[in-house]
């Protein structure tokens, strides 16, 4: 097993060895949710605290059952995003959590990089359930599982993600990873949706559906960020829902047999049409959802074992 890191704060500085090595070791506790006793002592002995500065209901959810399943004491501390401040605020929680001696801190919060800052202050292993914009890295692993099982692996694959890129870390810890195991990554959506310096990750961009998904193995849809715009990003939802939702008639350009994924939450009728989220010979999104509570668990596993040989 290769998994040398202390934290999990984003795909960025993970090794494809890494990357591979959390997917295998997810596979055997997919196998442990599907039994009908889902339990394991590995963590046992071991706090675990989840911090969520913001909204969050799966990935909460995901986390706290994988700890569970996994033998942690869990502690879920609600943070509500009005009580929410930033710089000494954040450090001081971070140092009030340490006096705590946790093993393993979850922490997703708006601002990007808030979660590597606080990484750097405490003695415990830290995950990043979301920052901002910038990563999440649990989602793009949960992804990489979900697409190695139905594709058969995971590599040379066309993927395309649509929607909203720019206000995405789903999107960009996605495209991180799945450039690292040489897929061909296509992003698609309107310009304005479109972060600046693209280019660098190697994608290739497109505005409009139709050429975007030609060939497509994987079609990741994903949902209008809000509460990241300040402004009007796009003229309507039905405009947007002609130009770039996903229905029947779009995912007819993609491979005959590309699968659909979506992180949630989902807005129906806006990026997707319902009856393409619910089809099960196409949509993967509940597998997703299955997927994420064994590469948490997979995840937290790996990051335990180098706390005890740390210790
Ligand atoms: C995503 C997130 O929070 O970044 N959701 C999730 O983790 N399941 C995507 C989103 O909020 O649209």
Redesign the pocket.
């Known amino acids: 097993m290769t998994f040398t890191a202390r934290h999990l704060l984003g795909i960025e500085p993970l090794h494809p060895v890494e990357i591979t090595t959390v997917l295998d070791l997810a596979e055997h506790y997919v196998d442990l949710n599907r039994s009908s006793v889902k339990h394991s002592d590995v963590l046992a002995g071991l706090t675990q605290i989840n911090m969520f500065f913001?909204a969050?209901t799966?990935?909460q959810a995901s986390f706290e059952l994988a700890g569970k399943r996994l033998g942690a004491d869990v502690m879920n501390m609600a943070m509500a995003s009005s009580s929410l401040k930033k710089g000494e605020t954040l450090i001081d929680t971070a140092l009030t959590l340490n006096a705590m001696h946790p093993d393993l801190l979850v922490v997703?919060h708006p601002a990007s990089g808030a979660v590597n800052l606080l990484a750097e202050k405490v003695n415990c292993a830290v995950l990043n359930a979301?920052d901002g914009r910038h990563e999440?890295p649990t989602?793009a692993l949960l992804d990489a599982l979900t697409i190695r099982r139905a594709k058969g692996r995971l590599h040379r694959l066309t993927v395309a993600i649509c929607g909203d890129i720019a206000h995405?870390?789903?999107a960009r810890s996605n495209l991180i990873l799945l450039g690292k195991m040489e897929n061909r990554v296509r992003l698609i959506g309107p310009p304005t949706l479109m972060p600046a310096g693209v280019a660098e990750f190697g994608c290739e961009v497109f505005d409009d559906m139709r050429a975007g998904l030609e060939g497509a193995d994987v079609v990741m849809m994903?949902?209008l960020?809000r509460e990241r715009m300040d402004g009007g990003f796009i003229p309507s939802e039905r405009e947007y829902y002609h130009r770039f939702g996903l229905d029947a008639e779009k995912l007819g350009y993609a491979k005959p047999d590309a699968i659909v994924m979506h992180?949630?939450?989902m807005n129906r009728g806006v990026e997707i049409d319902g009856t393409i989220a619910d089809d099960i010979n196409r949509s993967v999104i509940q597998e997703q959802v299955e997927m994420g509570v064994a590469v948490r668990m997979a995840a937290m596993d790996l990051l335990a074992r180098n706390l005890r040989k740390d210790r």
């Open positions: 913001e969050s799966r990935t997703r979301g999440h989602q995405s870390r789903v994903l949902r960020q992180p949630g939450p």
